[in-house]
């Protein structure tokens, strides 16, 4: 893919904050984004990376009346050497094209895509933070701009990445998080969109985690929408449960997304010989197994947070603690070797990561 490459003059370049700590996530923007264009009969076209600024959108654009938009979240990391690192991109290029053809979208190759994220990175650089548990966030999205009105699928599209240096995603860094299992609403529904990462999705999920927060939460449980029984997600993120010996997660079945962390937990696992179980769980199982003190552990997986331990889970007024409340053995484990492949600090026996020269 030919890309042109417009850098900001240094008049308009940003500072990175020099103390890492302070970064928090999402909140800051590097110097640069990538666009490229798609039309019917030329297809993609005019990759470039571009100073970072505002877009122009015509208040028509069908994203803004249809939804038709999708989205990515990677990570590059400093590695050894200097070296700079994305942790499974392939995965993440490959999950957007299967979100864009469930919304009658374009795909673009996973080629493609890793070119273009590589040629941001490089321009940017400089804004990789080196801290421990510090990366910088990056986030492709696809979206509708024929400025056109009626529900169909748009002949036009746009394509940009925009990154950003981030720290933790919760402010508490790997402390355990409290979650409400949420038994009004649900995310998504089987045969609906919820295997695809569109907006829609989460903007459907703000009021229940705006109310469980309210209540001293920090995220939700989802149940499934057919009956509220079995669990499905937490959060954002994909859910483990360590009961006994037996390491499980809901199947995919249409209504969970498929993260690239789940996949790279339930990877590990098989290797070390753990048992591990993609099956549903319902919600009355988990509440069990906490009472008779089978579970031993609960934990979400994402790539924002990697690994966030549960600590609680209230359910019916019900306050269930996990593990005394603390971080486990297992997640603990899945942490260290994650992050030490994502860093370079523990062999790559997967051929996970890739370098951007």
Same mark, same amino acid.
């Given at each position: ?25 999402? *909140? ?6 990538? %666009? @490229?264009? #798609?039309?019917?009969?030329? &297809? ?23 939804? $038709? !938009?999708?989205?990515?979240? %990677? ?6 050497? !200097? ?29 493609? $895509? ?34 056109? %009105? ?32 949420? $038994? ?10 919820? !295997? ?18 309210? *209540?001293? #939460? ?11 029984? #079995? ?5 954002? @993120? ?7 010996? !037996? ?47 089978? @579970? ?19 359910? *019916? ?5 996990? &593990?005394?409340?603390? @971080? ?5 484990? %899945? ?6 492949? $994502? ?6 026996? #997967? ?7």
């Amino acid at each position: 893919m030919d890309i042109s490459v417009h850098l900001a003059a240094e008049s308009q370049r940003k500072r990175r904050p020099a103390d890492d700590s302070s970064l928090g996530f999402g *909140k800051i923007f590097s110097d640069h984004m990538f %666009l @490229m264009e #798609y039309s019917n009969g030329p &297809g993609w076209h005019n990759a470039r990376v571009v100073p970072y600024g505002p877009l122009s959108l015509d208040p028509a654009a069908m994203v803004l009346h249809y939804g $038709q !938009e999708i989205f990515e979240g %990677l990570k590059a990391y400093r590695g050894a050497g !200097e070296s700079i690192c994305l942790f499974r991109p392939r995965m993440n290029f490959e999950r957007l094209n299967r979100s864009a053809a469930r919304l009658c979208m374009p795909e673009i190759p996973p080629d493609d $895509q890793i070119e273009a994220v590589s040629a941001l990175v490089r321009a940017d650089r400089d804004w990789i933070p080196s801290s421990r548990g510090t990366s910088l966030y990056i986030r492709p999205v696809v979206m509708a701009t024929e400025p056109a %009105l009626g529900v169909r699928p748009a002949a036009e599209y746009l394509y940009f990445i925009i990154a950003g240096p981030v720290g933790n995603y919760y402010s508490r860094g790997f402390d355990p998080v409290r979650i409400l299992v949420e $038994q009004r609403f649900v995310r998504a529904a089987r045969g609906g969109v919820g !295997e695809a990462k569109t907006g829609g999705n989460y903007a459907a999920s703000l009021l229940a985690a705006k109310k469980a927060k309210e *209540k001293g #939460y920090d995220q939700v449980l989802w149940l499934d929408a057919g009956r509220l029984e #079995y669990v499905e997600e937490v959060g954002t @993120m994909n859910i483990f449960f360590v009961m006994d010996d !037996e390491l499980v997660t809901p199947p995919l079945t249409g209504s969970i997304l498929p993260g690239v962390t789940r996949d790279s937990v339930l990877r590990l696992a098989r290797e070390w010989g753990w048992k591990v179980s993609e099956r549903p769980i319902g919600i009355e199982e988990v509440r069990k197994a906490a009472a008779d003190g089978s @579970m031993r552990e609960v934990f979400g997986t994402g790539t924002a947070a990697v690994i966030s331990p549960v600590g609680s889970l209230s359910y *019916k007024g019900e306050e269930i603690t996990i &593990g005394g409340g603390r @971080m486990g053995e297992v997640a603990g484990k %899945l942490y260290a070797e994650i992050t030490g492949i $994502q860093y370079g600090e523990v062999p790559d026996r #997967y051929g996970w990561v890739h370098k951007v020269a």
